[in-house]
């Protein structure tokens, strides 16, 4: 087997994984409403886009920002 066909299945694999995440998580309950981070409560404009939002917005841009750092820097 070559490394076009390793990295063709190497993709396969990982397209299959992220769509089962995602189904997973639309299969979820719904959310309560406040966020799982501070305790505030989740904005209405964001539950309405997102039913099983479990953050608030601050706190999800926290969460998003730190997990771009670990990804461009390394875990700290």
Avoid: H, W
Wanted: contains cysteine.
């Amino acid at each position: 087997m070559d490394d076009i066909d390793c990295a063709a299945e190497r993709i396969e694999a990982f397209n299959a994984g992220a769509l089962k995440a995602v189904l997973n998580r639309m299969d979820g309950p719904s959310s309560s409403g406040v966020c799982q981070d501070c305790g505030c409560v989740i904005e209405t404009d964001r539950l309405k886009a997102n039913p099983r939002a479990r953050y608030c917005r601050e706190c999800a841009d926290e969460i998003e920002q730190e997990s771009r750092r670990s990804r461009l820097c390394g875990p700290r």
